[in-house]
């Protein structure tokens, strides 16, 4: 996989990245949407021709989307093959069939630390007897691609400023300066004069917020957004 995090923050890249997950997974499209959730903005990158995403967003087929409708309200992934044939459905996909796309279709849905929301959709590939075959070949794959992608999106430009600053109270960050230059719990409290329970609740809060399993994760993460220091 390309290491998007080297890359600039242009199109190019991500289209790139798009490109070469059609090409591992043996699918003929790729997309990534992602949301920020303080204005609700979608950013997109697709593989799709220049005139379906015209007509996409022409259309705001975006807003009724059923395939991005419901895996903004999921967890796992969606396959597109089992989604409702209803209105919206038809709507959307009567159009799509005009430009050579077809139902079989995967979405990972990703969910950050902040709020944010990000979707890794493939498209097309073998016809629908083989499609639930290859979803379960591929799906595993598709899922680290997914928070790939999507991290790296998040961590980019203005969307990631936004998302990632100030995140932390002055405490919080006070106790995390302290554990990365060594300093034991026991230590913190004795150095901030402050009970070892409360040096761990500020801790728990950090680990949170940065969306870190760990205090090694949480200090790794915070040093990564230069809220603090390393040693």
Known sequence: LIDLSDQPHEDRPFVDFLR??????????????GM???????????????????HYADNDLARIDPTLLRASRSIAPVNWTRLPRD????????????????????????RGPHGDVGMLSVNGGPD??????????????????????HDTVMRSGELGRVLHTAQLSAREREVLQWI???KTQADVGDILSISGRTVEVHLRSAREKLGALTTAQAVARAIGMGLIYPA
């Open 87 to 110: 209105t919206l459905f038809d709507r959307v996909f009567r159009d799509a069939a005009d430009f050579g796309i077809t139902t079989n279709g995967l979405t990972i849905p990703v």
């Open 128 to 149: 629908a007897a083989d499609w639930d075959r290859l979803v379960r070949e591929i799906v595993g794959g598709l899922q680290s691609a997914a928070v790939h992608i």
């Open 20 to 33: 070469q997950v059609c090409e591992t997974f043996g699918v003929e499209h790729a997309a990534y949407a």
């Open 36 to 54: 920020n959730p303080f204005d609700r903005s979608i950013h997109g990158f697709v593989t799709y021709s220049e005139e379906w995403k015209a």
């Open 180 to 182: 990365a230059v060594g």
